[in-house]
């Protein structure tokens, strides 16, 4: 079966670091275009970051532009988001996502792992 295992997240402080992790089993990710979407208790879940499954094309939720850095390393077959500069608001619930076979629409996504917790302390 497909799985999708985020991890890396943990408590920071305001101006911190954290870079997470996705990685994947049951399927290869080097064919699909994947990214990074966050809930926030009480809100709705919102992307945060894409990257198209040829490698190249990435795209950014207006929010996060030039904190966070999404990428990946087919080889290892996960994706990762460094995450710096990171402010309150950041703090959600961060869950990787898988779209279509060789789509490299970065706004749709179908698959999701279970989520790492990220929280930033003010």
């Known amino acids: 079966q497909v799985q999708l295992v985020e991890s890396g997240g943990g408590l920071v402080q305001a101006g911190g670091s954290l870079r997470l992790s996705c990685a994947a089993s049951?399927?290869?990710?080097?064919?699909?275009?994947m990214g990074w979407f966050r809930q926030a208790p009480g809100k709705d879940r919102e992307f945060v970051a894409g990257?198209?499954?040829?490698?190249?094309?990435?795209r950014y939720a207006y929010s996060v532009k030039g904190r966070f850095t999404i990428s990946r390393n087919n080889a290892k077959n996960t994706v990762y988001l460094q995450m710096n500069s990171l402010r309150p608001e950041d703090t959600a619930v961060y869950y990787c996502?898988?779209?279509?076979?060789?789509?490299?629409?970065?706004?749709?996504?179908?698959?999701w792992g279970q989520g790492t917790q990220v929280t930033v302390s003010s």
């Open positions: 996502a898988k779209g279509r076979w060789r789509d490299d629409d970065l706004r749709q996504y179908f698959y």
């Open positions: 049951g399927v290869t990710l080097s064919s699909f275009t």
């Open positions: 990257i198209a499954w040829s490698g190249g094309t990435t």
